[in-house]
């Protein structure tokens, strides 16, 4: 994949559903600017800016944060916005910040990557993205699935290089295209890897198509997936969004479809054999799991607690009754002392739990009909469609956003500049038919593959809208329905639709 010249490198927003990010009524947005790698002790300047549904910025103020606590923070600011028509509205917006003590390793710490939507933003110096990957990484105790288009992060690679001395042999295991493994500028990476005991299989030579996913499963638990590929470019100057979700029967789709790569079933060999409906308890707030009320799935993504020792959770308080406190899971047979002091933070023995339920679906091509799955949510939005997608050559999903316009869906898109000269690509085809789509503004790649419906759905992951991608290659979406989540990437959207042309 080539980059274009004058790359700057980006800074992650990170708009986490376990805080609240963002109020979303509409499509109006906050977003916050500024450091997000800081050291502890430090005060630092940020800037929050509101945009209207059209990107216009409509307020901005700046402020300073004192950072007073290590690890992975949330920087938070609220705007009251005037409408048009007088009202007034209050919205949030968000930004993740890795706070370091001086002279220390900034990132790479176990602690449990909160769920919600990252982004990149290439119009800023500072991201912190790969830190979000490879602490996810980190925080595996028992196995982690990679299915990765390509590795070029040597902080991946030590993270997963680490992760297969910590968990023994057979525990890593990394399913990747070919032609990016056999690239002889990559090999020494590689190599690394498999002398750590990663486990690698790629999906051959004699393949036309592409090992195109970027997902990540952690301890049969949660996953991470979405458009960024595992480079620093990708984690810095290039347009991106990654997702983390914490569910284990959604982890468990995502391990078989691993597992069918990893038995060496690419492309038009795999079946459609994974569930693909799931409710998935997303946190809010400061919300933590009640283990006396919650399932072996929510259970699952506490961190150290896998699929095994959540139904361990649930088979001891069966037997004994509810826990008086969050100490007494060291009587659970499979957990620690050393377990136990990395789930208290994040558990409780009262309360609801702070969550909410997530409709999710998951699919997979080329086994799953993936673009008909996309083409029910375009066809099915009433209000409102926003899209950024790198590339875009169906004319299918073409027709489907001219014909939401026609019945009175207002859309609005972004593609990637450099993939608009292709003579395939449908972006001229929207523009003369009306539809308001610009080329990102970015001296990067514009390599987003979402699209936000109604204010409260969203389609992500790693599908590019060609035919290849749908019929040919190993690619995932994920399809949620949850207005919290939805305006996290219609913040991010107004942010590419404004610097776009």
């Given at each position: 994949?080539?980059?274009?010249?004058?790359?700057?490198?980006?800074?992650?927003?990170?708009?986490?559903?376990?805080?609240?990010?963002?109020?979303?009524?509409g499509d109006y947005a906050v977003v916050v600017d500024g450091p997000t790698a800081v050291d502890l002790g430090s005060?630092?300047?940020?800037?929050?800016?509101?945009?209207?549904?059209?990107?216009?910025?409509?307020?901005?103020?700046?402020?300073?944060?004192t950072f007073n606590t290590p690890g992975l923070v949330e920087v938070r600011r609220q705007m009251t916005i005037t409408k048009p028509n007088g009202s007034k509205q209050t919205l949030y917006g968000a930004l993740a910040v890795m706070v370091s003590s001086p002279g220390g390793a900034g990132g790479g710490s176990a602690e449990p990557v909160p769920e919600g939507a990252y982004f990149t933003n290439p119009s800023t110096q500072t991201s912190n993205i790969r830190d979000v990957?490879?602490?996810?990484?980190?925080?595996?105790?028992?196995?982690?699935?990679?299915?990765?288009?390509?590795?070029?992060?040597?902080?991946?690679?030590?993270?997963?290089?680490?992760?297969?001395?910590?968990?023994?042999?057979?525990?890593?295991?990394?399913?990747?295209?070919?032609?990016?493994?056999?690239?002889?500028?990559?090999?020494?990476?590689?190599?690394?890897?498999?002398?750590?005991?990663?486990?690698?299989?790629?999906?051959g030579s004699a393949s036309g198509s592409l090992m195109h996913n970027k997902f990540v499963v952690?301890?049969?638990?949660?996953?991470?997936?979405?458009?960024?590929?595992?480079?620093s470019t990708q984690f810095t100057s290039d347009a991106n969004n990654s997702i983390v979700l914490a569910d284990a029967g959604l982890a468990g789709a995502y391990a078989a479809?691993?597992?069918?790569?990893?038995?060496g079933k690419f492309d038009g060999d795999k079946s459609d054999n994974t569930s693909h409906t799931f409710t998935v308890k997303v946190r809010d707030g400061s919300g933590k799991i009640n283990i006396n009320t919650a399932?072996?799935?929510?259970?699952?993504?506490?961190?150290?607690?896998?699929v095994t020792a959540a139904q361990n959770i649930v088979n001891y308080r069966e037997a004994n009754g509810p826990f008086s406190s969050v100490q007494q899971l060291d009587k659970v047979p499979g957990i620690g002392s050393a377990t136990v002091a990395k789930v208290a933070p994040l558990a409780t023995t009262t309360g609801s739990g702070g969550s909410r339920d997530v409709p999710v679906e998951s699919y997979f091509t080329p086994s799953d009909g993936v673009k008909e799955h996309l083409l029910d949510v375009i066809n099915g939005a009433q209000k409102s469609i926003a899209f950024s997608v790198f590339t875009f050559t169906d004319p299918d999903i073409a027709a489907a956003l001219e014909a939401a316009k026609a019945r009175g869906v207002k859309i609005q898109g972004v593609f990637d500049a450099w993939q608009t000269k292709s003579s395939y690509s449908q972006y001229d085809d929207l523009l003369n038919a009306g539809v308001a789509v610009k080329k990102d503004?970015?001296?990067?790649?514009?390599?987003?593959?979402?699209?936000?419906?109604?204010?409260?759905?969203?389609?992500?992951?790693?599908?590019?809208?060609?035919?290849?991608?749908?019929?040919?290659?190993?690619?995932?979406?994920?399809?949620?329905?949850?207005?919290?989540?939805?305006?996290?990437?219609?913040?991010?959207?107004?942010?590419a639709y404004a610097a776009g042309q």
């Open positions: 994949m080539s980059n274009r010249l004058g790359i700057r490198v980006a800074v992650l927003l990170l708009f986490m559903s376990a805080a609240p990010a963002i109020s979303y009524q005060t630092e300047e940020y800037t929050g800016t509101a945009y209207d549904p059209q990107g216009a910025v409509i307020g901005e103020v700046t402020f300073s944060r990957t490879v602490d996810f990484i980190n925080s595996a105790s028992s196995e982690i699935l990679v299915a990765a288009y390509t590795i070029e992060s040597q902080e991946v690679a030590d993270a997963l290089m680490a992760a297969a001395k910590r968990l023994g042999s057979g525990k890593v295991k990394l399913v990747v295209e070919e032609r990016n493994c056999a690239d002889p500028d990559k090999k020494a990476l590689y190599d690394a890897l498999k002398s750590a005991g990663v486990q690698i299989v790629s999906d952690v301890d049969g638990g949660k996953i991470l997936t979405g458009s960024t590929n595992f480079t479809e691993f597992n069918e790569m990893f038995s399932s072996a799935g929510e259970l699952a993504s506490l961190p150290g607690i896998g503004g970015y001296s990067s790649l514009n390599h987003s593959k979402y699209l936000v419906a109604d204010g409260s759905t969203v389609v992500t992951g790693s599908f590019n809208w060609t035919d290849a991608a749908n019929g040919e290659n190993d690619e995932n979406i994920l399809i949620l329905r949850d207005a919290t989540i939805a305006s996290q990437y219609t913040g991010n959207f107004n942010l």
